[in-house]
């Protein structure tokens, strides 16, 4: 739809104005008419086009007679050259079609664009129809920007988007283009401006950066110490600075603009940022100038995205404390072995906090140009608190985090409770980037431990990955990586999911029994050693785990059907848990033996917690069950012994290390939403 503008012409003086070409002015002949006019005609210059409504039947040469709905269309197919070189004029007649008076009108001819990647190539094409609006789906349109929550400095580090100026030229990749185009005279006539601007509360989630313009470099010398400080880039609008003027380069050029996120879309902010900018008019001494053009374009901020373990591993995180030197030695072993890397965060950092998985998330966030890796930063804060934000934030490596007081954080608030499906189909809706899951309090509960409301709120508000909450208030520490984790697999789904079971412990427990190996012993050679025969005849440890059987199971229709599984996509691993009474609380649950759901997934390779159980012909009769359920998916079993430095502290292998992993191939704007 062409955009159209009211003018009122005069026949008293001639009016000047500057025409958009691509916009229609539309006069109202009748207004400015004398009032004893009955006709009109009409002559223009050659590159002005004119037609008249309601359209009459007398030929261009005739006077027009005039009604109270005389209306002229005006439009200019080129840009002037100079200053109102174009010229159109009303001559008003009598009754008698004696000429009256005449209304003159001079114009100027230009052409203004802005411009965004609204087509999602890459590219940023000129005046695409649907840049002021935008669309999901892989027919969809709209411009997208990354939140610069990167660090492109080392020295008093902090995200790119707390600075306010860009700090070095590379900055500039993270931020999405915009394009002014204009193409006209060498300058706009007197008293015309092009203005920018933002709506206030847009100004909390862009900013708008631009190059100077040559008129603002005062000689050589000083444009090259600015180019040395980086002051060649001005803040356009952004916060506190909802409009500015931008300069007209005169003739046909491109003023590029840089549009940097600010915040991730959350609760109160779609993720929808609107960037305008006006062609402004003069209306005389002391008036301010009108408006009497507007472009406007459309970004959505990408939203953080997590990985499921089905995504190829980047790099592996994992701490060094005084006492988990051979658990360390197990990890960096897999992970040599995986071709994948280790990066070990040390004692001096971490202050003993061993639990990596807990104080972070990784994730990415993605568009047509641009996309790196962001860490989420649990609002948990232990001991490793500094860790996301000292040694992962740095350039092209991004970092978010949720404000949270002290006293609404629980255990629930440490990422182990924070985990994504691959991709699903259910119902026939797609979800091919996963579903994130937590792990809430039961509905029923009263008094139960949640996520805390903020850290839900902006899970929810990325949209691409709807969130499922389960049930896992009913374990001590209460986190999903205690009872489940995906791994991959070549047939079916790509994936199983994995639940820890004590039906399935138990059957393990009862078939050594009946083999004749009643009396062999979990942790054998430990303290905490116990015979199978033991294990079977405690009737509490039996009414504990029917308990956490009905959680898990729970927990199993909820997943079946968030996620579209049959129970042949799920396979149930052996473990035990058992009930801890505490002070003032319900009683909850905590793994029996090394809970070896809680493993670390590296493509085909799984480092699962060496569960110390009873030894059958010389080998451990639940590793042997767990390579037979895992190894026809074509995945290799290594066990790594975390007894002392993890299970007894209430953790296990995944509870300890946390894995970068690659972006998925899928672009989250091509979801169907």
């Given at each position: ?469 389960l049930y896992s208030d009913w374990l001590v520490v209460g986190h999903v990586d205690e009872f489940m984790t995906f791994v991959p697999a070549p047939d079916r789904k790509k994936f199983r999911l994995l639940l820890a079971s004590p039906d399935a412990g138990y059957k393990i427990l009862k078939s050594v029994q009946l083999k004749g190996h009643g009396k062999a012993e979990m942790f054998e050679g430990m303290p905490e050693a116990i015979s199978v025969n033991d294990i079977l005849s405690d009737k509490k440890l039996q009414a504990e785990n029917r308990y956490v059987q009905n959680c898990i199971d729970w927990n199993r229709d909820v997943l079946k059907k968030e996620l579209g599984l049959d129970d042949e996509d799920i396979i149930d691993l052996p473990i035990l848990f058992k009930v801890i009474e505490e002070e003032k609380t319900s009683p909850r649950a905590v793994a029996y033996y090394p809970d070896m759901v809680n493993m670390i997934v590296l493509g085909d ?69």
């Amino acid at each position: 739809m062409v955009s159209s503008r009211s003018l009122t012409i005069d026949t008293e003086k001639a009016t000047k104005t500057t025409y958009v070409v691509g916009t229609e002015l539309t006069v109202n002949l009748n207004r400015c008419a004398p009032p004893q006019s009955r006709f009109f005609s009409i002559k223009c210059s050659p590159n002005v086009h004119y037609k008249v409504t309601p359209p009459t039947k007398d030929g261009d040469t005739l006077p027009h007679p005039l009604t109270p709905n005389s209306f002229l269309l005006i439009t200019m197919d080129t840009v002037s050259e100079t200053a109102f070189d174009s010229k159109l004029s009303v001559r008003y007649y009598g009754e008698k079609r004696e000429t009256l008076e005449d209304a003159v009108l001079h114009l100027t001819a230009v052409e203004i664009s802005l411009d965004v990647d609204a087509d999602r190539d890459g590219v940023v094409e000129k005046n695409n129809p649907n840049k002021a609006s935008w669309k999901w789906g892989p027919n969809g349109h709209g411009a997208i920007v990354l939140v610069n929550c990167d660090s492109e400095t080392s020295y008093k580090k902090k995200p790119d988007s707390e600075n306010d100026e860009i700090s070095k030229v590379s900055d500039l990749k993270d931020m999405s283009k915009m394009i002014l185009r204009t193409n006209g005279p060498s300058q706009l006539p007197e008293g015309y401006k092009l203005s920018m601007y933002i709506s206030q509360t847009t100004s909390e989630s862009v900013r708008v950066f631009r190059p100077r313009t040559n008129a603002q470099k005062d000689n050589v010398w000083k444009h090259k110490l600015l180019k040395l400080f980086l002051k060649d880039y001005l803040m356009v609008v952004g916060k506190d600075k909802l409009t500015k003027e931008v300069p007209y380069l005169g003739g046909k050029t491109e003023l590029v603009f840089y549009v940097e996120g600010l915040r991730f879309p959350d609760k109160d902010f779609d993720g929808l940022i609107s960037i305008n900018l006006s062609l402004l008019e003069p209306c005389g001494k002391d008036m301010p100038e009108t408006p009497i053009f507007t472009d406007k374009v459309i970004f959505r901020v990408s939203p953080w995205i997590m990985t499921p373990n089905t995504l190829k591993p980047v790099e592996v995180y994992v701490c060094s404390t005084n006492d988990n030197y051979s658990f360390l030695k197990s990890i960096r072993n897999l992970v040599e072995k995986s071709g994948y890397k280790l990066k070990i965060c040390h004692e001096y950092m971490n202050r003993g906090d061993r639990w990596m998985q807990d104080e972070l998330e990784f994730g990415y966030i993605d568009s047509p140009h641009h996309q790196f890796p962001v860490v989420l930063d649990s609002p948990r804060d232990g001991d490793l608190q500094d860790f996301p934000y000292d040694s992962i934030l740095g350039p092209d490596f991004g970092y978010v985090t949720q404000q949270v007081s002290e006293e609404e954080v629980s255990s629930l608030d440490s990422f182990g409770n924070l985990e994504v499906s691959p991709p699903v189909t259910v119902n026939g809706k797609s979800y091919p980037l996963g579903r994130i899951i937590i792990g809430v309090a039961f509905p029923t509960a009263t008094g139960g431990r949640n996520m805390t409301q903020v850290v839900q709120d902006f899970l929810w508000a990325q949209k691409v990955q709807e969130p499922i909450a389960l049930y896992s208030d009913w374990l001590v520490v209460g986190h999903v990586d205690e009872f489940m984790t995906f791994v991959p697999a070549p047939d079916r789904k790509k994936f199983r999911l994995l639940l820890a079971s004590p039906d399935a412990g138990y059957k393990i427990l009862k078939s050594v029994q009946l083999k004749g190996h009643g009396k062999a012993e979990m942790f054998e050679g430990m303290p905490e050693a116990i015979s199978v025969n033991d294990i079977l005849s405690d009737k509490k440890l039996q009414a504990e785990n029917r308990y956490v059987q009905n959680c898990i199971d729970w927990n199993r229709d909820v997943l079946k059907k968030e996620l579209g599984l049959d129970d042949e996509d799920i396979i149930d691993l052996p473990i035990l848990f058992k009930v801890i009474e505490e002070e003032k609380t319900s009683p909850r649950a905590v793994a029996y033996y090394p809970d070896m759901v809680n493993m670390i997934v590296l493509g085909d390779q799984l480092g699962i917690p060496k569960p110390f159980g009873p030894q059958v012909k010389g080998r451990c009769a639940l590793e042997t069950e767990m390579c037979s359920l895992l190894e026809p998916l074509g995945l290799n079993c290594t066990f790594i012994d975390d007894f002392a430095p993890y299970h007894k502290l209430l953790g296990e292998v995944h509870c300890g290390s946390n894995v970068l992993r690659q972006p998925s191939p899928f672009r989250w704007w091509n979801l169907e939403l």
